[in-house]
Each structure stands twice: as structure tokens, then as C-alpha cells.
């Protein structure tokens, strides 16, 4: 499902919106205007019905349009399962070209260990992971083009 990101800039700044006019406004359900309230969207006073200022709405909804759109830190990678940018455990990325001039950078997250990672240019690898060494791989097979490796773990058993 595509989240809609409403735009900012159809909330006239001196207007005061009720629920179902700033949810029409926006184009979004009267319970997404009561989800913004309770991450902090102030309405005018604790009146009834609630009325919004415009110009808080619109700040607000810029606010939040910018917090989606934060890219990863230098050093980082965006981890689906902590749904944070994270840094790679043991500071080790892998660099799996795709293209003359793009890959994949892929490295375990250091909270959680799932696997990360995040599209960059060669380029741009110096900046995006700065201090950290960078192994470059070839375009490696799927999973299944490891065959061996579970085995080698029985096969090393301790004693
Ligand atoms: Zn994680």
C-alpha cells in the first residue's frame, strides 16, 4: 500500500480547519488528522469541535514530510528490523557492484544483526562510509549458490 504524503502547501495558512475539513484539505481519513494530533499536532484550544490552525498544520505536516525523508548518517545503514539507520557490525561493508557505477553496500546490523543494506554510488562510497574499509566483492549468487556452507559448519564442530 503507498503511503500518501499530503502536501504542506494546500493548507491555507489563515484558515481554521475542523477534523473533516482538514481531512478533506488534505485528502487523508479523519483518523489520520486524529493520529497527527496524538504525534503532536496542536489544535487551536480544547474547544468543540476542534478546530486546527492552518499555519500550525501546514509546519507540522513539513515537519513530518522531513523526518520521512531523512537519509541514512554517513556510516550507517537503514536496518528494516530496527527501523533505524544503524552502523554495520564489526564496521565491515561489503560492496557489490551492479553497475560500472553503482551497487549495493551490505553489511549486518551492530544492534540486531539483520542483514542491511543500501544502494550507492562508487563514487560516492568514500562519503557515504567514511573511515570505514569498504571490501568491494564480485555480484555475488543468490544464497543458493552457497551450497557448502551449512555443511562446513557441521564439519568444524567443536572437539
Ligand atoms: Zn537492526
Redo the contacts with the bound molecule.
Sequence with gaps: MAVRRPNPYRVKLHHSYSVPELAACCDVHKNTVRHWQRQGLQPIDKGRPLLFHGGTVRAFLIERNAGRKRPCLPGTLY????R?A?RPALDMVDYVPLKADSGDLRAL??????P?HRRARKADLAKIMPGLAVRFTNALPRLSGRPDASLNCDEEGKG
Excluded at 79 to 82: A, E, S, V
Design positions: 536496518c528494516l528490523r530496527c533505524e544503524r546490523c551492530e544492534n540486531c544483526e539483520a542491511m
